[in-house]
């Protein structure tokens, strides 16, 4: 398959250039200089080996076929990764759930905790599954555990995806309830609060959901949880003004 946008032409403008992404540009020991570099803490990071250790056991016997990653977030606009084809896919069984509390610097601080969305158990999900062809899998799992594997969150599972032209396993990044960033418990109203108020060195929490909103409406995906909470971060921002 020479066009990796075969089934879907509209999504070719929609997805940046991996040869542009600043995932790829980027070495770990660059990004931990420049988050320590903020004041931030980096000894809770995954270490080079956990990391290698992780990517290494999920690929293990996959590496003689062409491999399929599924994206639910950031990923399908900017993944960052050489793909040969894209589909858009569904995943049953799990969702989109903003439970990520962010104390740590990257949309959020101890003062003014952030929120971000996490894939865990659930109803579905709507995404994009990319397949990696098998010659570039060391490589280009090596970026993704370099995005996705960066500290304590999520741990790499594979699960069946649905797509217009079959169905196949795919590789995520689900929800880890052992990490302390990860708070299934949170209240609504907590929820809409990071939310609204979440900042740090990334930008806001705000900014962050505005950005999954708009990318969502560009590709045609519909999550009303998404929007609800979008909504209600900026009902409260526009409360607190009164």
């Not at 962050?208 to 209600?232: P, Q, R, V």
């Amino acid at each position: 398959m020479s066009d990796p946008f075969v089934h879907h032409p509209e999504l070719r403008a929609l997805i940046a250039d991996p040869e542009a992404s600043m995932f790829r540009k980027q070495s770990m020991a660059e990004f931990i200089a420049f988050i320590e570099a903020a004041g931030l803490e980096t000894d809770w990071f995954h270490s080079d080996a956990e990391r290698e250790a992780s990517r290494a056991a999920a690929i293990k016997g996959r590496e003689e076929q062409d491999f399929w990653f599924f994206g639910y977030g950031s990923l399908m606009w900017d993944p960052g990764i050489r793909f040969v084809e894209v589909r858009r896919a569904y995943m049953p069984g799990y969702s989109r759930q903003f439970i990520l509390k962010d104390t740590f610097g990257g949309r959020g601080t101890d003062e003014t905790p952030g929120l971000m969305a996490a894939l865990d158990h659930g109803e579905g999900c709507h995404g994009l599954a990319f397949r990696i062809a098998k010659e570039e899998l060391e490589t280009e799992t090596d970026f993704i555990w370099r995005r996705e594997f960066i500290a304590p969150g999520y741990h790499p599972e594979f699960a069946t995806v649905e797509t217009d032209h079959g169905s196949f396993e795919a590789l995520t990044f689900l929800a880890d309830h052992e990490a302390e960033t990860m708070c299934a418990d949170l209240t609504w109203e907590e929820k809409v609060r990071f939310a609204a108020t979440g900042k740090g060195l990334f930008g806001t929490s705000l900014e962050y959901i505005s950005n999954i909103i708009e990318h969502f409406e560009t590709l045609g995906i519909d999550d009303a949880d998404t929007k609800d909470l979008h909504t209600a971060a900026l009902a409260y921002n526009e409360a607190r003004k009164t």
